[in-house]
């Protein structure tokens, strides 16, 4: 699968991102690159920025993207936009936790932000991309701004807007044109917070903490609105999915090797306590 390439600041952007044309200013949406394919079997094959997942071995912190993925996007639609399906790769934000807590229950789990054609060798432009995201079931990156004339544009006049996401400011704001040229204006006031106790608890206490009656219950009424049965396995993995989304940033804490097997035995013990409970 293509890779994304890498996102300059602003400062350091080539000069033809300003010199002409129009441009649209997205908000940067603190989190994990994930990328996808839909393959000609139907399959869905995942990665993030240097790695291509295997189906049945998706890192923790990527699940429940990519189970938002799987169970939102319309094959047939994305055939349908494209002449070779499998020439696409789709990038986006996996919104797990890192220096920014958003409103979960409101953020999806995957936000739209490229399409690449590997056909044309070429990253789609930004209205189209938006286009395509909304026609095939997921949420695309939202813009702040569309059609900004690049030349009025003063990057170092620009204030950071609000976020779409949270009561808060964005994470930074990505300038791009409709030939493919980015850059970023970061915004220094959003940093990861110090977690000076992160590193004390052990994977059992961690489950205990994070995996509580009201997130439990949360996802059991999540399950139910969907449709779905609220069986044991199903709230375990989602719970899991939840947690790990949701604490990333203390789970995963730099220094931290979680145990994600002795995570997963506690919160196994949880679920069956919360299921016995509940009936």
Not at 13 to 30: I, K, M, R, T
Not at 201 to 217: G, H, I, K, P, Q
């Amino acid at each position: 699968m293509k890779q994304f390439p890498a996102v300059p600041d602003v400062e350091e952007a080539p000069d033809s991102l300003l010199a002409g044309g129009h441009l649209w200013l997205q908000e940067s949406v603190d989190g994990a690159l994930l990328r996808f394919q839909l393959r000609d079997s139907g399959m869905l094959r995942f990665g993030d920025r240097d790695r291509t997942f295997d189906a049945g071995e998706i890192p923790p912190p990527y699940r429940h993207a990519v189970r938002h993925v799987r169970e939102n996007v319309d094959r047939s639609a994305l055939r349908d936009a494209v002449d070779d399906v499998a020439s696409v790769v789709c990038f986006g934000v996996a919104t797990h936790q890192h220096a920014v807590d958003y409103d979960w229950d409101r953020t999806p789990s995957f936000l739209g932000h490229d399409v690449w054609f590997a056909d044309d060798e070429r990253f789609l432009p930004p209205d189209a991309v938006e286009k395509l995201y909304s026609g095939i079931g997921l949420r695309p990156v939202n813009a702040f701004r569309k059609e900004v004339r690049a030349v009025d544009f003063d990057p170092d006049a620009y204030g950071i807007p609000a976020s779409e996401w949270y009561d808060g400011p964005a994470a930074g704001v990505v300038v791009r044109n409709k030939r493919g040229v980015r850059a970023a204006i970061s915004n220094p006031e959003v940093r990861t917070p110090d977690e000076p106790d992160a590193l004390d608890a052990s994977a059992v206490d961690l489950a205990r903490a994070y995996a509580t009656d009201r997130r439990f219950e949360r996802v059991a009424d999540g399950l139910a609105a969907s449709g779905r049965p609220v069986t044991a396995d199903a709230l375990f993995e989602r719970v899991f999915e939840t947690v790990v989304r949701e604490e990333h940033r203390r789970l995963f804490v730099e220094g931290r090797d979680l145990d994600v097997s002795a995570f997963r035995s506690e919160l196994a013990s949880l679920t069956q306590r919360f299921v016995a409970d509940r009936d």
